[in-house]
Structures are given as structure tokens and as C-alpha cells.
């Protein structure tokens, strides 16, 4: 095998011919399950069920998993587990599509060149693991452990993080913070000294009155907060949603007030402004529990409801209502944060300003405002094996990128570039489709790919990212293995859940505890790992009081619910360096950064040109069902669309249904063509389309070529000097009519 610098390039290979291989040798699919999802009837006589928890997102909510002869015929809701309490989200129950995809990765792939042409050939677990444990150990010991770095997403890492450990590989990525949920964590940790999580800390089951920027729950599909929404929402709790898209949540708000994009955080200035110059904010709670009003009140002082009716395209009387009534109903009244927070730059002064508006509701630790969940103590058992001592490096750049998760110790564009300037020579990617996930655009991602000397891809699917690697290893799914236990999160009950196979692992794929632990063995580190999972999982679990047998039985265990809420007078005692609820950062300001979120405009659209949004549907997460014939067979789940106004889409001569391309601001065009849902749901300044669609890998042969790819289009990227995230709604399209 040649892989290294002198290669000229890395062709993406297509794996189609070994893969016929691998599906004739597969184990036929039960009948009954590729015609709909449950369509098994309930009961069956010889019927098991596994507990455990779902893999399509990371909301992980307890699954029953209903076996049946060896076969699993569906999967519903565990009652148990306190994220789901019986019900699934769509894409929860669709989990067989995956297990029974006809498309999975069956065998370890290696890269060779035969007759100056690269292939992937079939090899042993043995020969790849060999493989790849020799190159990263090359690496290693000629350039250092900075030369290797891992990006990973879903919850099986934990065993590569800790074979990393041991040889003190620590640029460990996950993406999910810089383009997704880390504004939300390093703004929460500026003004209330803890790090935000999901589910996110608010109390909707009490709250009366609830305003959500984006944030677009009913398709943006967290099963936990749809269901508490939607309960409060039945007792008469009331809804403010801006977006510039009539969302499914908008259909169910009080006030839908389609705002201008990128002009939030002028809204929420304009917000504080009617909050303080009515002197309808929580005056006590402010004085006694948070620094800096002064400060505040200077920024927001000119951001009268007029001038920022300007900026946003909401009337002024309309900002004023709004304003008013989550004073009323303060402080059982919330503006919620949101998960994927990485808008334009800008979004930690912008989840900033949430939180600010929390506070002068005064909502903090109150019955319906923010609270603090908290997590199942589960104690860490003293490693099994003493580690090397390797100096703990801090290595983003970004001076408030987190300092305390050694899951994630640089932001994944920070790694595409380095990758790209030579500086990593090894990528190992776990569950990452690094080509369509947008860390600097699709380029990028390749070009990384190209750059470095080695590189690994972990999954279940053959998705774009297996094209570009040298090694690709197949991990089973969720449903056949184990994996850690799931404590990471805090909740009102706090829990610790099972992960457990409910049938064996299919073809010759292997559970990632195993692939992991063969890597260290073939690096002479023995004993680095329990004897074998279950025994670790008993092992923690026994600290707990608890065992794998006794946890087996419901998959969870639950703690009852704690105490959420603040006595009057208490002293908050914050992490923060005052102790208090942060108006004024004065870190930020140390930093160089604003002290108080300011609203600064963004780039607006050339001529003909419309912002790009986007957002999520209820059926599918992206990589993870992209491919999944039960979610994907769904009417409104076959393709993405392009919402397009009416009245834009008069003046480009559009209707509805007709295809065309999109090409962005730099030139651009989507590689295939994408359907046009003309609609009075979308301001005339934007469209908006769904991320995931427009697969260009073959081997996903239900995926191949549906839709577009919102990827693809994006070509600039806005990053957040404080913290690192990934802006990349600065982006604008136009229509390009198919000949
Ligand atoms: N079914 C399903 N559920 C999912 C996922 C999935 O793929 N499928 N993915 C999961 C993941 S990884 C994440 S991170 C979350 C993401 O879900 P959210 O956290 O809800 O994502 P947002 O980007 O806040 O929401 C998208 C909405 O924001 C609006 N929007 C866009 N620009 C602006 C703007 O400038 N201002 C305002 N006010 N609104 C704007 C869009 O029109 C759209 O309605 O969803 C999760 N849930
Ligand atoms: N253009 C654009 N880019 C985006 C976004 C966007 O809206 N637009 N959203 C951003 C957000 S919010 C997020 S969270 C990220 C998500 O980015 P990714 O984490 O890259 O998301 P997926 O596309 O779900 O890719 C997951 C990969 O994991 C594989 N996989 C699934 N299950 C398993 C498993 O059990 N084990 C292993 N080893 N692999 C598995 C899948 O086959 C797939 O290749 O994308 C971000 N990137
Ligand atoms: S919200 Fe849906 S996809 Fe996410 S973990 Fe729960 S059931 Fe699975
Ligand atoms: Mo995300």
C-alpha cells in the first residue's frame, strides 16, 4: 500500500463493485420490514425487548426494541426513560432502516493502487487494524501526538477518545460545537458560570409565556421539548416566534413575527430597551443578583422599538407588545436559546442577549424560566491502567473555546486547517461526514482529506467521508452493541441509560469498544480497557449501587426529581468571577470583546440573490437517515425543496414544483437540481432549504441524488473570534433554470 505525501492525490472511490460482493453474501432483510416501519403486528408470541437509547440524533431518548426471532421487527418508546416517556420522534422508530440498510458498510475497506489505479479491496479486521494502528504509531513517534487529530459525533467515541488517551492524542474535535451548540454552552458560561447542555435548561412545563428566535421545534424535532411544548402549549401557555419562515411552531404561536435574518440581536437590544424604560423588568433580581445593568442600559439606551423597527422589519408597536407581555408573565416566561446557534458570527453575543432578557425577567431558578438540571452522580472508577504522563495541551485559539472537555479541545475547522498547512498528518474520523458537514465549506474538507498522510473513517453507511479515507473501519449499529453509559446530561430526573445490543452485530461489522481495543493491543497497551464492556459497564455501574443485570431490565436508572427552583433572598453563589448573573461580561471585555451584546449589520444580498436559511425535517437527521428507505419512503421526506416567495419567485418566472439549480454568491451551482416550493411562508429576502439532501455518493443508493446538497453552496464562512463557531448563513443563492 503507498499512502503518503508523494501521492499525488487521493481519487474518491467508488465502492460499488466490492459492495455487490458484500450484498450477496447479506443475511436476507425480514419480511415485512422494508414495507413500513411497525408494520410487524404488536405482541408476537416469541416477541423480546431490549432497552435502549437511540442513536438518530443527539437527544439519545430511551428506545424498547422489539425483537423477534432474531430480528428486530420495531422500535417504540421506553416508558422508562425520562426523554421519552413512551413516544418517539419519527425518526426514533425508523431506527430498523438502518440496521436493515441494504447499503451498510459490511467489511473493513483498505486503499490500494493496482495498475496506477486506487481501489479499496475487502480486508481482515487483523490487516486494517494493523494498518492503521502502524501508521498513527509512525506519526506519533516521528512528529508528535499533535500531528494526529480525531472529529467525531455520536455517542460511541468514548472508547477512541480513551485509546487516544493513552498516547496523549488530544486535538479531539466534535463539530457539533463549533457549527452547532457552542455558542449556547460558552454564553451560558459567561453569564451563569455553568456550560449550557440539551435538553436545555427551561422549565416549559410551567412556563406561560415562551419566545423562541428560530429555534424551530415540530421540525427541529427534540422529542422531550415537543412534548412539553405541546402539553404546555394544551394548558394555555402562550408562543412568540420570530423567524423570517413560518415554521411548524409558528403555526402554533401567539405572535409569529417574521423578522428580518441577522438582525436578532437588534431585537433583542430593542427588547431590554422597552424591559428597562418601562420599568417592567425584575428590579430586585437585577440589584440583588446580577453585575453590570449600568453597562447594559448605556447599549440598549438608542435601541429604541423605531430604530429597531428599521433594523428588523418588525413594527415598533408590535415590538413593544411583546416586550410587555413577557413582563406580565415573568417570571414564568422564557426566551429559549436554541441548539444550533451558529448563525452568523456573532451568535455568542446573541445567545448573550438571551440570557440577558432571562435575567431581567428575573426567571432564574423560577417555576417556567431557566433552571439548572442536574446530572445522575455516577462515580468514575480509578483507571484500570496508569496513564502515560502527557502534558495536557489547551489548543484552539479561541480564547473562550472550552477548557474543560477533553472531548473537545479545538474547533474541527481549526483541524481542517491545520490539516491543510501540514501540520496534522493523521485524521481519524468518527461519525462525522466530514465532506457535507460544513466545518469551511466542502473544499476544505477535501482538500484536508487530500493533505494529510493517513486517515481513518469509522461508520456505518458508505457515506461521502469513506470515499477519501485510506482505511475504512464498519462499526455496527446502535442496535447490535454496547457502548458507555449515557451520563453525561443533566435533567429534572436524572438518569444514567443502557446502551445494549438487541440482536448480533450484522455482516462483519464490530462494535466500536472492540475497534478500539484492538488498536491499542496492536500499540503493545494492554489492559487499557475493561476485559471485556460488559464487565466495565458492571464495574461503574456497581459504584452507583447499581449492576449491568439490575440496569439491563429498564435500561435506566431514574433518580426522583430534584429541587429546581430558588428560595427568596438566597445568595446564587455562580461560577461566574462576580458570583452573579453576568450583564456585563468583564471577561469578554478583558478579552478584547464586548462587554454587552451590540447589534452589527451583516452582509445583505447582491441583486436577484436571497440569503440561504436553513433548518431541519421532522423525518430526518442528516447523515444519519439520509439513506433510511423507511424515513426516507415518507412523502415529505424524499427530497429537500427550495421555499421560494411568491412573489420572488414571480420575478425569477418560478413555479412551484419545477426544478432548477441554485448558485451562490461566489459562482457556485449545486451539483444536482432542487425542487421549488413556491410559498407566502418565507420572507421575499431569503429561501430556505433543508441540510442533508443531495448525497453525490453512489453507494447510498437511496440517497444518491436527491435534492440538493446545502453544503455545497456555502462558501463563506463567519467565525466567532471568541469562541470559534462557524457562522455560515452569510450566504445568498439565486435560481439557475434548468435548460
Ligand atoms: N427532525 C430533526 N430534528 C433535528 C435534527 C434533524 O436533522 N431532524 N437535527 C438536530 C440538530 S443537530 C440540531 S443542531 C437542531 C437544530 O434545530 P434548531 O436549534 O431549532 O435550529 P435553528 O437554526 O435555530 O432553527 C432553524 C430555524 O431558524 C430560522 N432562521 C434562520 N435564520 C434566522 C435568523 O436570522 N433569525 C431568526 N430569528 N430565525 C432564523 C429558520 O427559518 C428555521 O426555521 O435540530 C435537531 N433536531
Ligand atoms: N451545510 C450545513 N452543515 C451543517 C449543518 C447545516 O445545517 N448545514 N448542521 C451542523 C450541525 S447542527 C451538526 S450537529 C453537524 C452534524 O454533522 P455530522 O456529525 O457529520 O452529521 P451526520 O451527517 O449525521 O453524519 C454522521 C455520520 O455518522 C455516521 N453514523 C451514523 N451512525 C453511526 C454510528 O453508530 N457509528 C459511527 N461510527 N458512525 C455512524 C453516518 O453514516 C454519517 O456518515 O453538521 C453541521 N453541519
Ligand atoms: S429525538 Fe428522535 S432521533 Fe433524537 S434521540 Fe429522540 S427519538 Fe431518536
Ligand atoms: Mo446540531
Redesign the pocket.
Known sequence: MTIGRNMTRRDFIRISSIFLAGAAAMPAIPAGILSGMGSRPAGLADEKIVYSFCEH???RCGIAVHVSDGKVTKITGSEHHPLSNGRL???GAGGTGLLYDPDRLAYPLVRETRGGKQQYRKATWDEAVTIVAEKLYRIHEQYGPGAIAMLHHGYGVSFFKKMFSEIGVNKIAKP?YD???GPARQASVLTYGYPSDTPEGFDIMNSRYMM??????G????NTAVQEISEAIRRGAKIV?????Y?T??GKAEHW?P??????IA?MQALMHVLISENIYDKPFVEQHTVGFGELWDSVREMTPEKASEITDIPAEAIRTVAREYAFHAPAAFVHS????N??GDALQRIRAIHILNALAGNFKMPGGVVAFQKFPLPQPPAAHEHPAYEKEAYSKYPFFPQDEPSNTIASHEIIQQAIAGDIRALFIYGVNLPETMTLGRQAALDALQKVDFSVAVDVLPAEVTGYVDVVLPECTYLERYDDLDNGRAFRTPFVALRQPAVKPMFDSKPGSEIARMITDKWGLHGVFAPTVEAGLDKKLKLAGSSLEEIKKKGVLVMPATDLYRKSGEPLNLKTPSGKVELASAQLKAGGFDAVPRYTPHPEAPEGYY?M??????????G??ANNRFLGDLATAKENEVWVNTGVAFSHSLSDGEYVKLKNQAGVVSEFPVKVKVTER?RRD?V?M???FGHNSKQLTWAYKKGASHNQLISRTDIDQAMGAVGF?NNFVTFVKEA
Open positions: 440524533c443527539f437527544w420522534c419519527p425518526r457539533s457549527l452547532c451548540c423562541f428566535f428560530g429555534t424551530h421545534f421540525e427541529n424535532m427534540h416566534v420570530f423567524d423570517p419562515r415554521s411552531l409558528a413575527l423578522i428580518k435574518p441577522a438582525t436578532d431585537m436554541g441548539r444550533r446557534t448563525w452568523y440569503r436559511l436553513t433548518g431541519r425535517k421532522p423525518m430526518l437527521t442528516f444519519r437517515t418565507i431569503a430556505y433543508v441540510h442533508g448563513q
